[in-house]
């Protein structure tokens, strides 16, 4: 009996040296592999710069810096404090202001926008909060040249007047179509129901909170250290891209970050707790159109399943000079962010690729 308790203790024993040892080994050879899938995509597309965290069950198991935030000064990329334009993912970061300002009972998703921005035009139908932040209002989205904008808007109200004026495109709730202008009206909304500014909301409430050090607004003509050169490539030549100014749509496209802190931020949504379970649900969830279709668009969280059947939420966030990518594995626990301060760049599905490579060990 002795013997064979002995020989069950150095069973198990073997079996617990052995098992890290090798999750470490497929660890660094999902790494290996994963820098070359970038490096790939970077030579493919003439990206100058790039970064990406990966966070997977309770810690960051790969988070590395590719080429330059700064051409001209050979400034390398840092994972933890190299700041990129992440556009669109701005509205899964506001999306967070307005959870918790439900939470509080300062916001009712089913109120009418002008319970909150009275200045705002009454349309041909009401218009809820709800809808604005789920693309379903019929509000326009970008026309002509106003993606590249380069006036400076004082206010979150100033920024209104681009589109607030114009008819909706159809009845609210019958179609989807994106439109960050809609994310203009939310940070409105957010602005009276905190009784504070906008960017000063966002700063103390979700950046401070989730001790986001290296996320702010992107104050055009600010030096902001940290900050990354933007490029693009035209005609097949990199160049510098044109000077944008970003504060029509702070809410909707017009913060920068590290893909570190969009990290700490998708902790704060793998499980309730930031905010509470019943407003993850509502802030993620699918809307629904009156015809029964889903949009796969929460308020503020794109989701869906991945072709491997995985379940994710997050957001993809294109600018000028800038391309990112967001993804929560719920289920998984993992969480992927990838930016870069190259456009145009296809990721030709290599954020998926780089998903599943750390959640099964394979491609």
């Known amino acids: 009996m002795n013997w064979a308790f002995r020989l ?17 080994q497929s660890q660094f050879s999902s790494i290996d592999e994963a820098r070359s899938l970038i490096n790939d995509l970077m030579s493919t597309n003439q990206t100058q710069g790039m970064s ?120 609210p709730g019958t179609d989807y179509l994106y439109s960050s202008y809609g994310w203009n009206l939310v940070s409105a909304i957010v602005e009276t129901a905190a009784d504070t500014s906008f960017l000063g909301y966002m700063q103390s409430a979700v950046f401070n909170s989730l001790e986001m050090k290296n996320t702010r607004a992107d104050l055009a003509p600010a030096s902001i250290p940290g900050r990354v050169s933007f490029y693009e490539v035209v005609n097949g030549k990199v160049e510098e891209a044109p000077y944008v100014d970003n504060s029509y749509k702070w809410a909707g496209g017009g913060f920068i970050g590290t893909t570190e802190d969009l990290v700490k931020f998708g902790i704060a949504f793998l499980k309730p707790g930031f905010v509470t379970e019943k407003t993850m649900s509502l802030l993620m969830d699918s809307q629904v159109l009156t015809n029964g279709d889903s949009t796969n668009y929460g308020m503020g969280w794109r989701s869906g399943i991945d072709d491997k059947g995985l379940k994710y939420v997050g957001h993809t966030g ?40 750390f959640i099964n060990g394979n491609l």
């Not at 390398?76 to 439900?102: C, D, H, Q, Y």
């Not at 990518?325 to 690729?353: C, H, M, Q, V």
Request: proline share 5%; with cysteine; aromatic share 12%.
């Open 8 to 24: 069950v203790i150095l069973v198990l024993l073997s079996f617990g040296c052995n098992a890290p040892a090798q999750e470490t």
């Open 52 to 171: 990406v965290s990966v966070w997977k069950n309770g810690e960051m198991v790969w988070s590395e810096g590719f080429g330059f935030a700064d051409v001209d000064t050979k400034t390398k990329v840092e994972p933890g404090t190299t700041m990129f334009r992440i556009g669109s993912v701005s509205k899964t970061l506001t999306s967070a202001a307005i959870g918790l300002l439900i939470d509080a009972g300062r916001i009712n998703a089913s109120d009418e926008v002008q319970v909150y921005v009275s200045s705002f035009p009454p349309k041909a139908y009401p218009i809820t909060v709800k809808q604005i932040a789920g693309h379903i209002a019929g509000i326009r989205h970008y026309r002509g040249n106003e993606f590249m904008s380069d006036k400076h808007y004082p206010t979150v109200l100033s920024g209104l007047e681009i589109f607030q004026k114009d008819p909706l495109q159809f009845k």
């Open 318 to 357: 294109g600018s000028v000079g800038g391309v990112t990518r967001f993804w929560i594995y719920p289920k998984e626990e993992f969480i992927i962010a990838i930016t870069s301060n190259t456009s145009p760049l296809n990721y030709g599905g290599i954020d998926r690729k780089l998903a599943w490579l």
